[in-house]
């Protein structure tokens, strides 16, 4: 052997047995001083049965150990209070306990701890971060018992029978940020009642965890407030929610921390029940988001129970049996941005017994959710009493069903394509709020990506009423599909624009009911391109005497049936591009009967011509063609000296207008033309051309028409209870043709009659006054002749608070004045009280055997037709 290996030898030799006469020197003072040294020099006194150490393994090994606290009053320092029977270490690192002063092993096991450990009061923040004085990678505990306190004594933490096995753990110093604070690559634990009290709201509790093949449950999870919700509002004043947790079991396999990424395979949660007090409290954001990592295989919520209350302590939201299956979720930098913060591949939930409370209370009995479509049962709403002048809805629906093409977040927006949706069997009615209370401007719809496309809807056998302003809409058998809808709205408008591809709507037993009318029709049929209403009527609801006393001003009273009315053509009603473009509109087998009585005051507002009212219409409208066929139209008219309303009748009516419009519409003709034939009175034709430009400002309109072989006495069931007199005689043949504007009318007016004669009647219309009726046959014109020139129709003089039609009967009345009593009459000079007109080249005996012919006026009321048998100012209708 060499010199030099056998020098190697000896000193390899001789350290040697330095190491272990150290090591046995250091056990025996270990054995025998060490406890006094921890008495003398720590704050702890420490007893044990047995230590060994071994320097070269770093190996330690202790068995009945006892530790307590020399000064249990000194909260600045950590106190343990227990026994252990005993505590393994593995390579334990003895420079950095002696120079690092960091407790760090491979290995520590503790068997059977029973401790209680008192925390210290916590450092002051403003001397800074520490290191972690502990370093494990393994970690084992073996059937502990341990409570920790609050330096306050307050109970932190607590676990019994715990035996836990934790595989190279690593804990992150407290001034790395974005990490988790402690990471592991494998875990076992099995304990019983868990104790944790993170704060002074809430309490964790657990009667029993345990791990098997990778795979924990936790039985009785309980997450309890430990203040009432008062004194949580109180005490808490700026956070929003309390929360109440149960779960009777769960279920986690294999959890992995690492960094700042928690992932495992599959979390099962049974029987949870979630109870949330929210309150009035503004939601404080974040200061810096968490930069967590989650990725979870698979998440299940079995036969949960949520409630959600309100700051009142009603129930804002309820639902039991609810169950969710989560595939894939993630949570990242990315999904945390977005609409929904969590990606995922695919879900399922249901739920039975929602309750959703605001203004109303939404109920469904069932409801079932995937990415691909959805299902509610057996759904209510109902109001509760709070919702005040809000739209409110008490409905029932059967059945609401959705299917969806694509449904996912991108941009903070979400995507919407939905392929159907189903609605079925509503019944209810929707009461609309009060328009002082609801905003004109539309708010912006945001998180939503538009356009959003609806490919079909279906609302099917429903009953609704929709009211509003106390004028109730009822559709009865309802049934609506609509197709290609597309919601889309622009960035610089507020509201979104619906455009609607195709739809029908049928309705059986229609009904509308205003202050005055009872609107029904047996059958609607309605789509993009035609309208169908059979039996349609508009019936009073009040009585003729009724009505009269609950108008302020004149107006009519209409009771209307139609057989059938059908349009065809194209429009728009629902987007903010309205239009209505219809080629032909027909209304079949009217039956209209007008009433107006002249005992309420005359209405003081400016009547504009229909071509003004067409212009005023806010969207384009065209009418190509409007027919109303073989109808009946009655006019009555009563005042406060009529004996019953005098009656005109207009039988077999027919009407064509060609092109009513509204002046909107590009490239259509603007020209209204009107053809009118029907039966005056049962007895005569009547024809009237009418036409105007609703274009045109002016407002410039022609009327004209003619009468052939009219009896007098067809007139007599209007003039008789009205003015008290009969007439008896032919009109042979009348012509009228005006020209006018907003101002007045100017035209020629033609009239060939024979053997006309008056009778004047007693108020009771009974007896004939014969002197009166002597002088009113002396001034008129029995007979016109065979050629009766025409009289020309001068400065008829409108008054703007009076209808069109008002005006067309003045230049009758002057026509037939002219014609009747051979005078000329300047309308546009009239006496403002008692409508007198003044009557050119008349001497003062015509003049007063006309005044003797006039009856008494009364109360300043003139009826429609009075000016043929006296000189007095008419008001006509209205």
């Not at 054995?31 to 150490?53: A, C, F, G, H, W």
């Not at 202790?62 to 009053?73: E, H, L, Y």
């Not at 430990?226 to 779960?247: A, G, H, I």
């Not at 939930?349 to 109920?363: G, R, T």
Request: glycine share 6%; aromatic share 8%.
């Amino acid at each position: 052997m060499k010199k030099w290996v056998r020098k190697l030898v000896i000193s390899l030799g001789i350290l040697l047995i330095i190491i272990l006469l150290a090591n046995f020197g250091l056990n025996i003072w270990l054995k025998t001083q060490l406890p006094k040294y921890i008495r003398n020099n720590t704050d702890y006194k420490v007893s044990y049965k047995s230590l060994e150490v071994d320097l070269l393994s770093g190996n330690i090994l202790s068995t009945g150990i006892t530790i307590n606290n020399k000064n249990p009053q000194n909260i600045n320092v950590m106190g343990f209070q227990g026994t252990m029977d005993t505590l393994k270490v593995s390579r334990f690192g003895i420079y950095n306990a002696l120079f690092n002063n960091q407790i760090s092993s491979s290995d520590l096991l503790l068997s059977k701890p029973n401790l209680n450990i008192i925390l210290a009061r916590p450092v002051d923040a403003k001397t800074g971060k520490k290191k972690n004085p502990f370093l494990f990678e393994n970690i084992r505990v073996n059937g502990g018992t341990i409570s920790v306190f609050r330096y306050t004594k307050q109970k932190f933490f607590s676990v019994k029978d715990l035996s836990l096995y934790v595989e190279n753990l690593q804990m992150t110093e407290e001034d790395v940020e974005d990490k988790l604070p402690v990471v592991f690559d494998r875990y076992s634990i099995k304990g019983t009642d868990f104790f944790y009290r993170p704060d002074d709201v809430y309490a964790l509790q657990i009667d029993r965890i345990e791990t098997k093949d990778g795979q924990m449950s936790v039985n009785k999870f309980q997450l309890t407030p430990l203040v009432t919700f008062e004194q949580f509002k109180k005490y808490y004043p700026k956070k929003t929610q309390l929360f109440q947790f149960n779960v009777e079991k769960i279920q986690l396999k294999d959890i992995l921390l690492a960094k700042n990424k928690i992932s495992l395979a599959n979390a099962g949660f049974y029987n949870p029940d979630l109870l949330i007090y929210t309150t009035n409290a503004v939601p404080v954001k974040a200061r810096k988001p968490l930069n967590l990592e989650l990725d979870l295989k698979d998440i299940r919520l079995n036969n949960a129970t949520v409630q959600v209350m309100k700051p009142d302590g009603s129930k804002l939201l309820y639902t039991r049996k609810a169950n969710l299956n989560i595939n894939q979720l993630h949570f990242d930098k990315e999904t945390r941005e977005e609409l929904i913060p969590v990606g995922y591949k695919d879900f399922q939930f249901s739920a039975q017994d929602i309750l959703y409370s605001n203004h109303q209370d939404f109920k469904v009995k069932s409801f079932t959710l995937t990415p691909k479509k959805g299902v509610l049962k057996t759904i209510s709403v109902v109001p509760n009493g709070s919702g005040g002048s809000k739209t409110s809805m008490d409905l029932t629906a059967n059945y609401i069903g959705f299917a969806m093409n694509r449904w996912d977040v991108a941009d903070k927006k979400m995507n919407l394509d939905i392929r159907e949706v189903l609605v079925d069997q509503v019944k209810g009615s929707i009461k609309a709020g009060e328009a002082n209370n609801r905003t004109d401007k539309k708010e912006n719809i945001r998180g939503i990506q538009f356009p959003v496309n609806i490919r079909k809807v279906i609302l099917r056998n429903s009953d609704i009423t929709y009211d509003k302003n106390s004028q109730p809409l009822t559709l009865n058998h309802l049934n609506a599909t609509a197709n290609e809808i597309r919601l889309s709205a622009d960035e610089g408008k507020p509201g979104m624009d619906v455009g609607i591809k195709s739809y029908t709507v049928t309705s059986d037993n229609f009904l509308y009911k205003t202050r005055f009318y009872h609107m029904t029709a047996r059958t609607l049929k309605a789509d993009q391109n035609q309208i169908n209403i059979s039996r349609f009527a508009m019936k009073p609801t009040v009585s003729r005497a009724q009505f009269i006393r609950m108008i302020p001003v004149e107006r009519d009273l209409y009771d209307i049936e139609a057989a059938q009315i059908t349009a065809n053509g194209t429009w728009d009603l629902f987007s903010d591009h309205q239009s209505i473009n219809a080629s032909n509109v027909a209304i079949q087998s009217a039956d209209a009967n007008i009433f107006r009585s002249k005992i309420p005051a005359d209405d003081p507002k400016e009547k504009p011509l229909y071509s003004r009212l067409l212009r005023s219409i806010k969207i384009p409208m065209v009418v190509k063609n409007l027919d109303l066929k073989n109808s009946l139209l009655v006019y009555e008219e009563d005042t406060p000296e009529s004996a019953g309303p005098g009656k005109l009748t207009f039988s077999n009516f027919n009407m064509n207008v060609k092109n009513l419009n509204s002046a909107k519409m590009k490239g259509k003709p603007t020209r209204v033309d009107i053809k009118i034939n029907c039966s005056f009175m049962n007895l005569a034709p009547l024809s009237v051309n009418w036409n105007f430009d609703v274009a045109d400002q002016r407002d410039v309109f022609n009327i004209s028409g003619r009468t052939t072989n009219l009896p007098a006495r067809g007139i007599n069931p209007f003039i008789r209870p009205y003015l008290h007199v009969t007439a008896t005689g032919t009109i042979q043949e009348m012509l009228f043709n005006f020209r006018g504007d907003p101002k007045g009318l100017n035209g020629r007016f033609n009239l060939k009659h024979k053997d006309l004669k008056v009778a004047i009647l007693n108020k009771e219309n009974r007896e004939k006054k014969g002197f009166l009726t002597a002088i009113a046959n002396l001034l008129v014109k029995s007979d016109s002749g065979k050629l009766p020139e025409d009289v020309d129709i001068e400065d008829v003089e409108r008054d703007p608070t009076k209808s069109f039609f008002n005006l067309f009967w003045k230049g009758i009345e002057q026509g037939l004045k002219k014609t009747l009593i051979g005078i000329n009459i300047d309308t546009s000079k009239k006496g403002k009280d008692d409508g007198k007109t003044e009557a050119a080249n008349t001497n003062s005996e015509v003049q007063k055997k006309e005044n003797a012919a006039q009856p008494v006026k009364q109360n300043g009321k003139k009826g429609f037709l009075k000016g043929i048998f006296k000189k007095k100012e008419t008001s006509g209708t209205e």
